[in-house]
């Protein structure tokens, strides 16, 4: 800290004295690198508190269903914790097939497996199924 410090007053004094005293146009610039680097420190700081603050402390939430035709599972509430993975199995029964996997009311196409990647909110997944023709 004490070099850190030191640079503020030699810049202080460059800017009372003016650039050409005391050998201070080698600092010339050095304040908007300086001025960054808090930037990125506050920045820094900012996404530290966000991600260990509220967001990690509390568990997240993904309600899966499935509609008559097959399964899901797991099936009902599954809690995470932040920037988990949690995988979906989608099941047909017999003489069904998948028709649509809805992830938060998007469509992902037919598919029998799901995956949430590093989870930061609560989602819904739900499993339709459609007979299969006769």
């Not at 600092?27 to 509220?54: C, L, P, S, V, Y």
């Not at 998007?106 to 909110?121: C, L, M, P, Q, W």
């Amino acid at each position: 800290m004490k070099t850190a410090t030191g640079w503020v007053v030699a810049l202080m004094l460059c800017a009372l004295l003016g650039m050409g005293a005391l050998g201070c146009n080698t600092f010339k610039g050095m304040g908007k690198d300086i001025e960054k680097g808090g930037e990125g420190i506050q920045n820094a700081a900012e996404n530290t508190q966000h991600r260990h603050g509220h967001h990690q402390s509390q568990p997240y939430t993904i309600t899966a269903s499935a509609e008559s035709g097959g399964s899901i599972s797991p099936s009902g509430s599954t809690r995470i914790s932040y920037g988990s993975r949690q995988t979906f199995t989608i099941t047909a029964s017999t003489g069904y097939h998948v028709a649509d996997v809805l992830v938060d009311g998007k469509s992902e196409g037919a598919r029998t497996r799901y995956a949430f990647d590093n989870v930061t909110d609560n989602h819904t997944i739900s499993a339709l199924f459609t007979a299969n023709p006769k």
